[in-house]
């Protein structure tokens, strides 16, 4: 398949028309995957800048290349497109080229709950008979089945493939997670957006984005710049930076739908915990309703709440909306209760990896100990290394045993992350085989106890210097409940 440049560019870039009638055959922002007739994205990155490649990638036959407008590129025998915002023209080059979309697509951001958020409102809008799917971390969801995808907001070359992919096969309601890095490097620029979420603000990411202040600006592009003026902002009204998040999304025009206890639209009345299940109040304009949330912790309840008000927002009809609430699943390996030890302690598997996740996982278990909770949880290797001390703060206050193990050290020595995190966590277990530490922690578990092992949930490997070693948490926890040992 071949695309004319001049459709590739649309009004974003004039070129002269002998020129802009070259035919471009894929796309790529890595020189070491052009093809001939290929576009080439020269894109500044992180560790090196792109247009240090152009030469390689015309060698391999780009026809054309997008550079910054300040870049200096070398005299190459290929089309240059020069631009302001390079990653932000590439995104929508690759929209373009790959065509189709779902018919509705939302985004939801927060530091967590998007995951939960978009498995839910894809539950919702299945339940509803519409054709639906989700993406992000843990990868494509939809009527053909699960696609596992390296990154939570896929890059757009990939991004728009899958949305193309899931339109041909009539998907016509997506729901997808924007990260902050996804939105930071224009990954989502391309996508049509009918509505946006946000869940909340807490510290992560702080290895990426210079400031907090930084971390915010970056997510609240979806508010400010993604979503076209008028469409549905949801945003969960029960954390603080809310009211930053309405003046944002205000000041874009866009349509507000507040939920949760302070929400206007989608009101909490209350919640009443009812075994692994919640029954809850719910308030609209049409008034009260009652309703059954088949699932464990206050956090999802907020989640919950934004997924419903994502698909009213665009348009569901409310009582369908709400008795699809009844059944949710929710994504894998969001405190999932996996098993029962021997003793009949309840095992979950979560996937909490920041200080805030940390604390409403053990805290939504709480009230279900009769005895003691005890956590196996880590940090992840080259990531915000400020996580760490608050982790293992969190785990010392909030948890009776809490077990310190490895969590995707990467390029890092494992055990000076966990010294990092038992230098705040007196009494802590320091069991760097994540094997043996969950093995540890369900040998010790007696009857009124429970256990979370946090921090990977659905995650299939465990990450160690440049290689994943195949992993599951859940797998793991099955075997120390057989009495079996575990080797990923
Ligand atoms: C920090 C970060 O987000 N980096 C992402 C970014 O890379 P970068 O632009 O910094 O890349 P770089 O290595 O400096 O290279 C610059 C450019 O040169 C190109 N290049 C490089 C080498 C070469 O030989 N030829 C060549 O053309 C690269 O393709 C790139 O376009 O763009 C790349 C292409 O899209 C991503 O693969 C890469 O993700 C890295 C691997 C990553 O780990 N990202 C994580 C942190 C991430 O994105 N996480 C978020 C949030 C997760 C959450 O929800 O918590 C996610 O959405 O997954
Ligand atoms: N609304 C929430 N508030 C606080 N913590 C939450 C909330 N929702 C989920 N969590 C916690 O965060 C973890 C991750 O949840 P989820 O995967 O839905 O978030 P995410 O935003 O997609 O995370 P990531 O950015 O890592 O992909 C959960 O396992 C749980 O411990
Ligand atoms: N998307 C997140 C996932 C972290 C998962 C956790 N298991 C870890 O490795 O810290 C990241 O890449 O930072
Ligand atoms: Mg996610």
Not at 178 to 185: E, I, R
Request: glycine share 10%; aromatic share 6%.
């Amino acid at each position: 398949m071949s695309v004319l440049l001049s459709r590739l560019l649309a009004d974003d870039v004039a070129l002269p028309q002998g020129v802009a009638d070259a035919a471009i055959s894929g796309l790529t922002a890595d020189s070491r995957q052009v093809k001939p007739g290929f576009l080439f994205a020269a894109l500044p990155g992180t560790k090196v800048d792109g247009a240090q490649f152009i030469p390689q990638a015309v060698a391999a036959g780009a026809a054309a290349v997008v550079i910054g407008d300040q870049t200096t590129a070398p005299p190459a025998n290929s089309i240059l497109i020069k631009s302001g915002n390079p990653h932000q023209l590439f995104a929508r080059i690759a929209a373009r080229f790959a065509g189709s979309q779902p018919d509705i697509v939302v985004a939801v951001t927060g530091t967590n709950g998007k995951t939960s958020v978009a498995a839910f409102v894809r539950e919702i809008w299945q339940s509803m008979g519409f054709r639906a799917a989700s993406i992000g971390t843990i990868g494509i969801v939809g009527p053909q089945g699960e696609e596992y995808l390296a990154h939570t907001t896929p890059d757009p070359v990939k991004l728009h493939h899958a949305l193309a992919e899931l339109a041909q096969d009539h998907v016509t309601h997506l729901a997808m997670e924007a990260s902050s890095h996804g939105l930071a490097q224009f990954r989502l620029d391309g996508v049509r957006l009918a509505a946006g979420g946000f869940t909340n603000l807490t510290r992560d990411h702080l290895d990426y984005h210079a400031t907090i202040e930084d971390y915010f600006d970056a997510k609240m592009r979806l508010f400010s710049e993604l979503l076209p003026q008028g469409a549905p902002a949801v945003v969960n009204a029960d954390v603080d930076i809310a009211r930053d998040v309405v003046t944002r999304a205000k000041a874009h025009g866009l349509t507000l739908f507040t939920v949760g206890e302070k929400g206007h639209d989608l009101k909490l009345v209350s919640c009443v915990r009812d075994g692994f299940g919640q029954r809850l109040v719910l308030a609209t304009a049409s008034g009260q309703h009652e309703i059954y949330l088949p699932l464990v912790g206050d956090f999802q309840v907020s989640n919950a709440l934004v997924a419903a008000g994502l698909v009213i927002a665009t348009g569901g009809e409310e009582a369908l909306v709400l008795h699809a609430l009844e059944s949710l699943k929710g994504a894998k390996g969001r405190l999932d209760l996996v098993a029962h030890s021997t003793k009949g302690a309840p095992i979950f598997v979560d996937f909490a990896h920041t200080p805030d996740a940390l604390e409403k996982a053990i805290l939504a278990l709480r009230p279900y100990v009769k005895r003691k909770l005890a956590v196996v949880f880590g940090a992840g290797g080259d990531r915000d290394k400020g996580k760490r001390p608050q982790m293992g703060a969190i785990a010392a206050k909030h948890a009776d045993i809490p077990y310190v193990t490895d969590d995707n050290p990467r390029s890092e020595d494992p055990a000076v992350i966990r010294a990092a995190v038992m230098a705040a966590c007196p009494g802590g277990i320091d069991i760097g085989d994540r094997a043996l530490a969950i093995r540890t922690a369900v040998e010790a578990l007696e009857e009124g106890d429970i256990l979370l092992v946090a921090g990977k949930g659905h995650e299939p490997g465990q990450t160690v210097g440049g290689k994943v070693l195949p992993f599951s948490d859940h797998d793991a926890v099955k075997a120390a409940v057989a009495g079996q040992d575990y080797h990923g």
